[in-house]
Structure formats: C-alpha cells, structure tokens
C-alpha cells in the first residue's frame, strides 16, 4: 500500500497532483486547503465540500494535542504526541496586534545549554518539516484564532535540523499554505556559522537571533557546553553576512544569569560585540526553577541597570517580558513535567 503524502508539505502543484492521483478533480486541492490552512479545520466531518476519502488520504495531522496550559496573559502552552509516542511543546502567545506562535524543531536538544530545560533529558530526533508545521494547526485549533507570527525557538536546534527547518520555513511563507510574512519570522540558533551562511544563501527576509547568553568564549563555553568548537568571532562573522545578505538587523539573545554574566565587564564585552554589526540586544530574565538550580533570578533593578549600561554604549536594548510564567512556559518545563509524572505512576504500579 502506497504512503500517504504529508498534506502540509505539499505545494500547490503537488497537492492538486496528488489529489488526481486519489481520482478527485484537481479543483479540491483548494477546497481542502482553504479547510486546513485558513480554517485550521482538520476532521473530515466538518468539511462540507470534499469527502472525508479524499480527507483521509493525506496525513494532514499525526500528532495530538496530550496536555495544554493556559496562563493568566493568555499564553496557551500543548504538549504534542508525535506518532511514535515521542513529545513536544509549542506555545502560543497572543497579544492584541498578533498571535505568535512558538516552535519546536527537534525532540529534546543536542544544545544541552545549562540553563535550558529542553535538553535535560537529551537529545532523540529530528522533527519533520510536516510534524513543525503541525504545531501551528494544533495551536489555532486550540486558542481559536489564526497565527500571524512565528518563532524558531522552542525545543531543539533549528539549525541543526537543516532540511526540515528550511522546508518548514517555506511552508509559513507559501501563500497558498500558511501565508506568513517572511518579516514575522524568527529564526533562534545558538550560532552554528557554516548554517548561518547556508540559511543567508536563501534570501528570505527572515530575522535572525543569535543565542549569545555570554559575550566572551570561556564564560559561553561554561554555561553552553556545545560553543566548545565554535568561537564568537566565528558566529559573528557568519551573523554579519547574514545582514549583509538580507539587510536585516541581527538579534543577541542574551539571558541574564545574576552573579554570572550581568557584570560591568559582561556589559562592556557584549556592547563590543553589538555596536559594530548593529546588533539588537534582547535581554531574558533567568526563571529559576527552585532549589537546586545553579543559576539565579536576577532581579528587575539588576535588568534595567544592565540595560541602561547597553543604551549609555549606543547599543538597542529590550527586555524580554515574561509570558506564561505561571504555567512554566519555559521551553521543555511542561515535556520536563509529564515525564516525571509518566514516571512516578510507573514507580507506583
């Protein structure tokens, strides 16, 4: 028996194509993909001008929604099962101009960076690119509204899954798919230079984040064990062709671990790196996940007061508002919960 086509890695072309091949008119790719993308309907008895034979002739969702948390800001955190029984999170922040949608691009993260909770648990596979832009239906079936923004900054390394990133990328933009602008994506990558290159090679106008969360190689290297083969001037250097190439500012992503990394020499260091490439600085406040973690919470006056010192060099500076903190929205947090719990009821039987 023939595999099914992955419905939202289909163009246009291929959908009608493979939509004859099941022996429907190509005029029904249309029908169903107005369903799927602009209504995010996906059950084939709520559609009522295409035949659920044709519906279940695609894989258009394989995975479910398992877990859902919603937070007094209005962020809406799922936990995804992928077919495989394998999990993810994806998030959905909206606001009162878009909705952002958060996204994942691997199970668990090979990054293993100190302070993150996605890859505490290591890293399993890459997603595909149907299984990265099944998040976005999950998400709008879930809060009820369309997705107008994206960020590549949920579990995994975007980077480090290439081929399926890339293609989930062209999936947003397709006009006759999800139809996002290119100017509301962003890509989060801890700095792998030769992608970098690659994804500048493109040409989409996307924005790109540098996870730089220390301006120096030995500090970085402590908190974000993988920068071992990778230098800052390296990143940076593949950073600066990609503005070259998309004339697009260059985000630091920069999170603030008090006593760590948010002293007066910390500040100077990151503002020489900033200030030549015209870099934007996006400061995040340390979540501390309780007794035993190693890092601490900085305090507000603390994040303002580094950030003051950014501005006094000349360099952009923002302070990442907290969404979902009453929910652990923090990437892997929600993943991280579910597997103790799966746990404890294994230790209980």
């Known amino acids: 028996m023939a595999k099914k086509p992955f419905f939202l890695e289909l163009t246009r072309d291929e959908l009608e194509d493979a939509v004859e091949a099941l022996g429907e008119k190509r005029f029904r790719a249309k029908q169903l993909a107005e369903w799927v993308y602009s209504k995010a ?20 969702l394989t995975s479910r929604v398992i ?12 936990l995804i099962e992928l077919a495989d029984g394998e999990t993810i999170e994806t998030v959905a922040m909206p606001s009162s101009k878009r909705v952002t949608a958060c996204l994942s691009t691997q199970v668990g993260c090979p990054m293993g960076c100190k302070f993150c909770a996605s890859g505490a648990d290591g890293f399993v596979r890459n997603l595909r690119a149907s299984e990265i832009l099944e998040q976005i239906l999950h998400l709008s079936q879930a809060i009820g509204k369309r997705i107008s923004n994206a960020v590549y900054m949920g579990m995994g390394e975007p ?95 920069y999170t603030v671990l008090a006593g760590l990394n948010d002293t007066d020499v910390c500040v100077d260091e990151l503002a020489r790196l900033a200030y030549p490439m015209r870099c934007h600085v996006n400061l995040i406040p340390y979540n501390s996940s309780g007794p035993g973690d190693p890092f601490r919470t900085p305090t507000q006056v603390a994040v303002m007061a580094f950030a003051r010192k950014l501005e006094k060099q000349a360099v952009s500076v923002t302070i990442r508002k907290s969404r979902g903190a009453d929910i652990a929205a923090a990437c892997g947090q929600l993943r991280q919960k579910h597997q103790e719990e799966d746990e404890q009821q294994d230790d209980d039987r």
């Open 67 to 78: 877990d859902r948390a919603d937070s007094e800001d209005g962020t809406v955190k799922l």
């Open 41 to 60: 309907v996906t059950d084939p008895a709520a559609m009522s001008n295409v035949s659920s034979a044709l519906v279940e002739g695609f894989n258009i």
């Open 159 to 253: 980077l480090a899954n290439y081929k399926a990133t890339l293609e989930s990328l062209y999936g947003l933009i397709d006009e006759d798919r999800f139809n996002l602008s290119a100017r509301h994506i962003t890509l989060s990558t801890v700095g792998l230079p030769d992608m970098i290159l690659k994804l500048a090679d493109e040409g989409l106008p996307i924005t790109l984040a540098i996870s730089l969360h220390a301006p120096n190689d030995t500090l970085r290297r402590e908190i974000m064990p993988a920068s071992k083969d990778t230098t800052l001037i390296q990143i940076l250097k593949a950073a600066r062709a990609f503005f070259t190439a998309r004339n697009r500012e260059v985000t630091l992503e």
